[in-house]
């Protein structure tokens, strides 16, 4: 007597497969979210350490905080991120760098930046690193870039642990302002300066060294996370009021900012 092999029937191999996609489609979004969430805590730890280089390159320096741009000669300059990158504050640069977010859009034109290249005051950027990260304009901005050596101390910051010092950009510039006019006219034309690639959210490390993440609109209010309760830069456009010299948020930055970051 023979025996004939029986193989799968077409019923059977079809509730394989759909077994095998119910399975991948439980498992992906898994892994997708599991990878995103590495990513993200890839860029908060490098948040923290290019905050931690600027406190010790300030410590180095009797307590100053370093200037955004520093003139190497009478028409050339290079920002803080080179003299970092130089002093091995903070280490390596280019893809894979602490320099650079992992989650930050490539396709769309963004990705890391440098300012090589640029021109502000009549100088030219010569000295720069490409990175998704830039400082608190607030804090670290001047209008001239005529100044050597930094002056400015660190004591400004009267509340290090509620200051942004650090923020993630798809800009070259190496500082960031968020006032008000800015807000309005610069980053309202396009995707936005400010990071929003964390599920809607943004990375930033504060000048006590702790790093969050947290939406554009979170750090304008309740209370200003970028002026320290006080604008340590004076604002041309917008002078604040005397009864803003404590905490003072950012309201209307609803009907201000790009769309994405009301998404």
């Given at each position: 007597?023979?025996?004939?092999?029986?193989?799968f029937?077409?019923?059977?191999l079809l509730?394989?497969i759909?077994?095998?996609?119910?399975v991948?489609s439980?498992l992906?979004?898994?892994?997708?979210?599991?990878?995103?969430?590495?990513?993200?805590g890839?860029?908060?730890?490098?948040?923290?350490?290019?905050?931690m280089g600027?406190?010790a390159?300030?410590?180095?320096?009797?307590?100053?905080?370093?200037?955004?741009?520093?003139?190497v000669?009478?028409?050339?300059?290079?920002?803080w991120?080179?003299?970092?990158?130089?002093?091995?504050?903070?280490a390596?640069?280019g893809?894979g760098?602490v320099?650079?977010s992992p989650?930050?859009?490539?396709?769309?034109?963004?990705?890391?930046?440098?300012?090589?290249?640029?021109?502000?005051?009549?100088?030219?950027?010569v000295g720069?690193?490409r990175s998704?990260?830039?400082v608190?304009?607030h804090?670290?901005?001047?209008?001239?870039?005529?100044e050597?050596?930094?002056?400015?101390?660190d004591?400004?910051?009267?509340?290090?642990?509620?200051t942004?010092l650090?923020?993630?950009?798809?800009?070259?510039f190496?500082?960031?302002?968020?006032?008000?006019?800015?807000?309005a006219?610069y980053?309202?034309?396009?995707?936005?300066?400010?990071?929003?690639w964390h599920d809607?959210?943004?990375v930033?490390?504060f000048?006590?060294?702790?790093?969050e993440?947290?939406?554009f609109?979170?750090t304008?209010?309740p209370?200003?996370?970028?002026?320290?309760?006080?604008d340590?830069?004076?604002d041309?456009?917008?002078p604040?009021?005397?009864?803003?010299?404590r905490?003072?948020?950012?309201?209307?930055?609803?009907?201000?900012v790009?769309?994405?970051?009301?998404?």
């Amino acid at each position: 007597m023979k025996c004939r092999a029986r193989g799968f029937t077409i019923v059977e191999l079809l509730v394989v497969i759909a077994v095998i996609g119910i399975v991948l489609s439980i498992l992906v979004p898994v892994l997708v979210r599991a990878r995103s969430a590495a990513q993200t805590g890839v860029s908060l730890s490098n948040a923290r350490q290019i905050a931690m280089g600027i406190v010790a390159e300030t410590a180095s320096n009797g307590g100053k905080l370093p200037e955004n741009r520093t003139l190497v000669s009478d028409t050339e300059y290079v920002t803080w991120r080179h003299r970092l990158a130089e002093s091995g504050l903070v280490a390596g640069s280019g893809r894979g760098s602490v320099w650079e977010s992992p989650r930050q859009p490539r396709g769309d034109g963004s990705g890391p930046k440098s300012e090589i290249g640029l021109s502000g005051g009549g100088k030219s950027c010569v000295g720069d690193v490409r990175s998704s990260f830039a400082v608190n304009g607030h804090v670290l901005w001047r209008g001239t870039i005529g100044e050597k050596e930094a002056v400015r101390a660190d004591t400004v910051i009267d509340r290090p642990a509620h200051t942004i010092l650090v923020a993630e950009t798809n800009r070259p510039f190496a500082d960031l302002r968020a006032s008000d006019p800015i807000v309005a006219n610069y980053y309202g034309d396009g995707p936005g300066a400010y990071s929003y690639w964390h599920d809607g959210d943004g990375v930033y490390a504060f000048q006590d060294g702790h790093v969050e993440r947290a939406r554009f609109l979170e750090t304008g209010s309740p209370d200003c996370r970028w002026h320290n309760g006080r604008d340590l830069t004076a604002d041309p456009f917008v002078p604040q009021r005397a009864d803003e010299v404590r905490g003072h948020d950012h309201p209307d930055w609803e009907f201000l900012v790009p769309s994405i970051y009301l998404d």
